[in-house]
């Protein structure tokens, strides 16, 4: 299973980009997809994530900003990030746990750098 991302650039305070991430490859169950970011010289953090059962998580900073949206499918996952901020400036990664027939694990997308210029 790999996850691929895109969709991440260069905009100015105030802008939008949306991120999407999409789980390819054999059969699979998608239990739940999130995106992570990580700026310079900081933690990783959680952005927001969305599970199967419909339940809805967002980081305190991107509450009303961010919108994590799933396909019908469950095989892509999109970030729209509207009204972005320079301090919303880093690598963002996508994260699933995907069951497989072996049993269920969470991966990692390559990673997309968003960056927000003031």
Same mark, same amino acid.
């Given at each position: 299973?790999?996850?691929?991302?895109?969709?991440?650039?260069?905009?100015?305070?105030?802008?939008?980009?949306?991120?999407?991430?999409?789980?390819?490859?054999?059969?699979?169950?998608?239990?739940?997809?999130?995106?992570?970011?990580?700026?310079?010289?900081?933690?990783?953090?959680?952005?927001?994530?969305?599970?199967?059962?419909?339940?809805?998580?967002?980081?305190? +900073?991107?509450?009303?900003?961010?919108?994590?949206?799933?396909?019908? +499918?469950?095989?892509?996952?999109?970030?729209?990030?509207?009204?972005?901020?320079?301090?919303?400036?880093?690598?963002?990664?996508?994260?699933?746990?995907?069951?497989? +027939?072996?049993?269920?694990?969470?991966?990692?997308?390559?990673?997309?750098?968003?960056?927000?210029?003031?």
């Amino acid at each position: 299973v790999q996850l691929v991302e895109s969709g991440g650039g260069l905009v100015q305070a105030g802008g939008s980009l949306r991120l999407s991430c999409a789980a390819l490859g054999g059969v699979f169950k998608i239990n739940l997809m999130g995106w992570y970011r990580q700026a310079p010289g900081k933690q990783r953090e959680l952005v927001a994530s969305i599970a199967t059962t419909g339940s809805i998580n967002y980081a305190e +900073a991107v509450k009303g900003r961010f919108t994590i949206i799933r396909d019908n +499918a469950w095989n892509t996952v999109y970030l729209q990030m509207d009204s972005l901020k320079p301090e919303d400036t880093a690598v963002y990664s996508c994260n699933a746990n995907i069951t497989l +027939a072996q049993g269920s694990n969470y991966y990692w997308g390559q990673g997309t750098q968003v960056t927000v210029s003031s």
